[in-house]
Nanobody, 124 residues
């Protein structure tokens, strides 16, 4: 039973990346999913989440509409499409899942299952 985050890499400012979070050993379809990030020297912060029960999506204000969370139930995978990336988006990105309701506007990191993280570096 694990979550696997992938898709990180080096991208220039203004570029795009699509992160994936794939579950093995359990079904993500009925879980709340969250994306979080932690930049060097900073605390972890919530980026986005998707509520399974009501299909609500929430985003951190600092994103200004640049990121989109989505699911592919057939692939048991959740995505984070990141557009117009900025150097300040550089961080390790983590996905998290929970069968209980965890997704809210506050983007709290109270999930019980976490992926290992994938590094996103935005630099010219």
């Amino acid at each position: 039973v694990q979550l696997q985050a992938s898709g990180g890499g080096l991208v220039q400012p203004g570029g795009s990346l699509k992160l994936s979070c794939t579950a093995s050993g359990f079904n993500l379809a009925y879980d709340d999913i969250g994306w979080f990030r932690q930049a060097p020297g900073k605390e972890r912060e919530g980026v986005s989440c998707n509520s399974s029960a009501i299909d609500a999506r929430y985003y951190a204000d600092f994103l200004e509409g640049r990121f989109t969370i989505s699911r592919d139930k057939a692939k048991n995978t959740v995505y984070l499409q990141m557009n117009n990336l900025k150097p300040e988006d550089t961080a390790i990105y983590y996905c998290a899942a929970d069968s209980l309701m965890r997704c809210s506007r506050e983007l709290r990191g109270t999930y019980r299952r976490w992926g290992q993280g994938t590094l996103v570096t935005v630099s010219s």
